[in-house]
């Protein structure tokens, strides 16, 4: 494992965080590969961190479903299979299809206006293919839909899915022809959001997240 970008500072946020969010982005990027053994020394000697926050930081992700100890080998990188990709989907289809319809209701006018913004920022970033730029784009969109959407219940759910669903988008997004249809389905959301028509949001929301489980169970199963 080469350390590039992946030490910590001390005069930063706080470094079990930072041991964090560098592991979650190793996996994310698939720096880190489904499987593979994670070796505390190794990975003490990659962000120049202390075994208390290399434990700390992986029991965080063992939380968010990146990480999965397993007995007599310790923890590894964790698969998402297709039975758990289709469960994760179903639920975080049901809550953006709610989002979506609340966003419709109780968004202002500046956070519609933020969130037309945040659509042309995710068309920019599907037009360069550049998968972790449109990650960026798309959970920068989602924050101004959540927050729109005026239920803290809803981000609250999502946030404990947040990194599985990052992972299965990635894999999702791999295909070409999907980044396309993508971006036209996030702009028949802006446009059913724009009309204030919650139903239409809702479906629209929907829509979206199942035609990403397609592209990502295909690709898992």
Avoid at 21 to 38: C, D, E, H, K
Avoid at 184 to 201: G, N, Q, S, T, V
Wanted: one cysteine or more; aromatic letters at 4%.
């Amino acid at each position: 494992m080469s350390d590039i970008g992946m030490k910590v500072s001390s005069i930063a946020a706080p470094v079990r965080q930072q041991v964090a969010a560098s592991f979650r982005t190793a996996i994310l990027n698939g720096r880190f590969q489904p499987g593979v053994r994670l070796i505390e020394k190794e990975l003490c000697e990659l962000t120049g961190a202390s075994r208390t926050s290399v434990r700390e930081a992986l029991r965080q992700l063992e939380t968010e479903g990146l990480i999965e100890v397993v007995p007599n080998k310790g923890p590894i990188v964790a698969s998402i299979s297709p039975e758990q990709a289709r469960s994760i989907y179903e639920v975080r289809g049901a809550l953006e299809s709610l989002a979506g319809a609340l966003f419709a209701k109780y968004a202002s006018d500046e956070q519609m206006a933020r969130l037309e913004i945040a659509v042309e920022q995710v068309a920019n970033a599907y037009a360069r293919g550049d998968i972790g730029e449109i990650l960026t784009a798309k959970d920068a969109f989602y924050a101004v839909l959540l927050e729109g959407a005026d239920n803290e219940i809803v981000p609250s759910f999502l946030s404990m899915l947040q990194a599985r669903i990052s992972l299965l988008r990635r894999v999702s997004l791999s295909q070409p022809a999907r980044l396309a249809a993508s971006i036209e389905e996030i702009r028949a959301i802006m446009a059913a959001l724009k009309k204030r028509d919650p139903e239409a949001a809702a479906a629209a929301c929907r829509r979206h997240v199942e035609n990403a489980a397609d592209a990502a169970l295909w690709r898992t199963a």
